[in-house]
């Protein structure tokens, strides 16, 4: 298995930190609080 070029991989983590910067107030708003998440109906479904 070969690694990817360091240009691709330092995109990939620039992408993933613009994900967190834009996700980080709502990380702290939610801090500490319960919440549910439905997963059912077509997620569930059968790929065929």
Known sequence: MSEPDPSAR???GLA???TLVEAL???Q???GCTFVVK??????????
Do not use: N
Request: charge should be negative; avoid cysteine; hydrophobic fraction near 25%.
């Open 10 to 12: 330092d995109q990939v």
């Open 16 to 18: 993933k930190a613009e």
């Open 25 to 27: 107030p709502y990380l």
């Open 29 to 31: 708003r939610y801090a």
């Open 39 to 48: 997963y059912g109906g077509h997620a569930m479904g059968d790929p065929e």
